[in-house]
């Protein structure tokens, strides 16, 4: 068994500490404030997330940066995808060469455009990296319920290691070699959440729901193509089956938020009712960054955006979808190939 350090006290952070402790594995948490980390260790649960889970003994926790990097070459990063940047390269005189990092957060960085693995890349150089994606509520994972994920790296040892130490009987990793995709995939379903919940707000109807995550599927293939995915990487578990999880249940705070938005609250409003980051909200302003420059036609995305910070509603953007001209569903190249006349 290992020892492993995660980064991040939050929901996912606590969750994956539970996993991995009840699989043999030491695990040491690290949490930014001092009395939270103070708190798990006298009260073996976390007393800001996940309250009801008990932690097993073997999960500690810590505010020191340098123990917690230290403690082990696993690293776990379940950090804001916005604070990353800021925060990694404190790590890195800490790192030796043999140390692997698995990203499980989700987005893209507002300032930038830039995927997580390019952060990593930018901040931990050299780094072994991986990223672990898919369907999966923090609590139903603490709670050991069936669930299954995608870990992904661009070295393949990497991602057996991955899926070798975090495998367990009700949590299945598979393993794939497209950071790309498997990135894309976690980061863009949280902006159609935010869709989905307006929809569901706005009293649409689940037609219109289930016709929104399909072309939100589309859209999300879109960018991933433009940005070097593989398509079957988004039909899988980091694509549609986040992406169906996300847009369908009112655990996700994304959801949520498009549920607050949807009854006519500002942004603002919005987040302070959710309560917790929803990540899409900050992830759209990149992907509609990376639409332009791309080029990608991505209209649900670019609504959302709209919506957030250029003071459209949502009516105006859900009329806006419909109102859009008739088409065919996909090219007849992208079905058949280039040659079908």
């Not at 050299?126 to 790296?153: C, D, I, K, M, N």
């Not at 991955?162 to 980061?187: H, K, P």
């Not at 036609?297 to 001209?325: F, K």
Request: glycine share 10%; with cysteine.
């Amino acid at each position: 068994m290992a020892e492993i350090t995660i980064f991040g006290g939050g929901s996912w952070g606590t969750a994956l500490a539970v996993s991995a402790a009840k699989s043999g594995h030491s695990v040491l948490l690290w949490c930014r404030r001092a009395e939270q980390a103070r708190a798990i260790n006298a009260a073996s649960r976390n007393p800001d997330y996940l309250q009801s889970i008990a932690l097993p003994e073997t999960v500690t926790s810590t505010a020191d940066p340098e123990e917690a990097a230290l403690f082990s070459s696993h690293w776990i990063l379940a950090l804001p995808t916005q604070s990353l940047r800021a925060f990694l390269p404190a790590l890195d005189r800490f790192r030796i060469p043999e140390t692997e990092i698995c990203n499980v957060a989700k987005g893209m960085e507002i300032s930038t455009g830039a995927r997580i693995s390019a952060i990593v890349s930018d901040t931990l150089p050299e780094a072994r990296y991986s990223v672990l994606s898919g369907p999966s509520f923090a609590g139903e994972v603490a709670q050991g319920l069936p669930t299954a994920l995608t870990a992904a790296s661009g070295n393949e040892a990497s991602s057996l290691l991955w899926q070798s130490m975090l495998n367990t009987q009700r949590l299945r990793i598979y393993t794939s070699s497209d950071v790309v995709g498997t990135e894309t995939g976690g980061a863009v379903k949280n902006i159609m959440a935010i869709a989905s919940g307006m929809t569901s707000a706005l009293g649409l109807g689940e037609n219109a729901r289930a016709a929104l995550v399909s072309r939100g599927l589309a859209e999300i293939m879109r960018l991933g193509e433009a940005l070097g995915a593989h398509p079957l990487t988004l039909a899988g578990l980091a694509g549609m089956g986040d992406l169906v999880l996300t847009c369908y249940s009112a655990q996700s705070r994304n959801f949520r938020l498009g549920l607050a938005l949807g009854r006519g609250l500002s942004l603002e409003e919005a987040q302070r009712e959710v309560g917790q980051v929803a990540e899409g909200a900050f992830t759209v302003r990149a992907v509609a960054e990376s639409a332009h420059r791309l080029s990608v036609e991505l209209p649900v995305s670019q609504g959302v955006y709209r919506l957030l910070y250029e003071g459209s509603s949502p009516q105006d953007e859900m009329e806006r979808l419909i109102a859009r001209d008739p088409k065919a569903e996909y090219p007849p190249s992208l079905l058949w190939g280039s040659e079908h006349r």
